[in-house]
Antibody, heavy 118, light 106 residues
Framework: EVLLVESGGGLVQPGGSLRLSCAAF????????MNWVRQIPGKGLEWLSY????????YQADSVKGRFTISRDNARNLVFLQMDSLRVEDTALYYC???????????WGQGTLLTVSS | SYELTQPPSMSVSPGQTANIICSGD??????VSWYQQRPGQSPVLVIY???KRPSGIPERYSGSNSGNTATLTISGTQPVDEADYYC?????????FGGGTKLTVL
């Protein structure tokens, strides 16, 4: 069974940093692309970042470029989102999703909540 | 930057057909995916590559993409189909989501 489990969310002050993790189970992790998507409660989906199966190619949304960095550890079946210079408007539920060339998520985690507040 | 536009909401009676549209400039040149999100749950992929259904998605879900409009069609809509639906496409190295359509079945 494919399972994605996000962790690392919590409360952080504006300007702070946090690293989210997503653990993958039940599939050959090193053959799949991965994405991070966030959702402000009650609002729509916002794509943040993509990484290819090898970890060599990544893309970020303009809204987080220069502040968020995606990476992966194929030996441990983990994908990360390093978030720096956090802002109040980054408060959201953060999902990781398993992707391919044609979609950004055929399986999604349950999400981890980030709150940025002083 | 590229935009995908969806109506914020629509309603359909049980058993009827729901057509949820997604508009974007020359959208037909892109592959469109659709995601269903029920309240309090994570998104679920229901259509990808414009017309393909992932395993486990009921046959009443179908998709099309022509010109500037992609359409998610739900035939014989059931109460369980009540959810938010998002279209999605790639634009160069960015992923774009539509704003979402809240489908009410009543």
């Amino acid at each position: 069974e494919v399972l994605l489990v996000e962790s690392g969310g919590g409360l952080v002050q504006p300007g702070g940093s946090l690293r989210l993790s997503c653990a993958a189970f039940g599939f050959r992790f090193n053959t799949y692309e991965m994405n991070w998507v966030r959702q402000i409660p009650g609002k729509g989906l916002e794509w943040l970042s993509y990484i290819d199966s090898s970890g060599r190619i990544s893309y970020q949304a303009d809204s987080v470029k220069g502040r968020f960095t995606i990476s992966r550890d194929n030996a441990r079946n983990l994908v990360f989102l390093q978030m720096d210079s956090l802002r109040v408007e980054d408060t959201a539920l953060y999902y990781c999703a398993r992707g391919s060339s044609f979609y950004i998520g055929d399986f999604w985690g349950q999400g981890t909540l980030l709150t940025v507040s002083s | 930057s590229y935009e995908l536009t969806q109506p914020p909401s629509m309603s359909v009676s049980p058993g009827q057909t729901a057509n949820i549209i997604c508009s974007g400039d020359e959208l037909t040149k892109k592959y469109v995916s659709w995601y269903q999100q029920r309240p309090g749950q994570s998104p679920v992929l229901v259509i990808y590559q414009n017309t393909k259904r992932p395993s486990g998605i009921p046959e009443r879900y179908s998709g099309s993409n022509s010109g500037n409009t992609a359409t998610l069609t739900i035939s014989g809509t059931q109460p369980v189909d009540e959810a938010d639906y998002y279209c999605q496409a790639w634009d160069s190295t960015s992923v774009i989501f539509g704003g979402g359509t809240k489908l009410t079945v009543l």
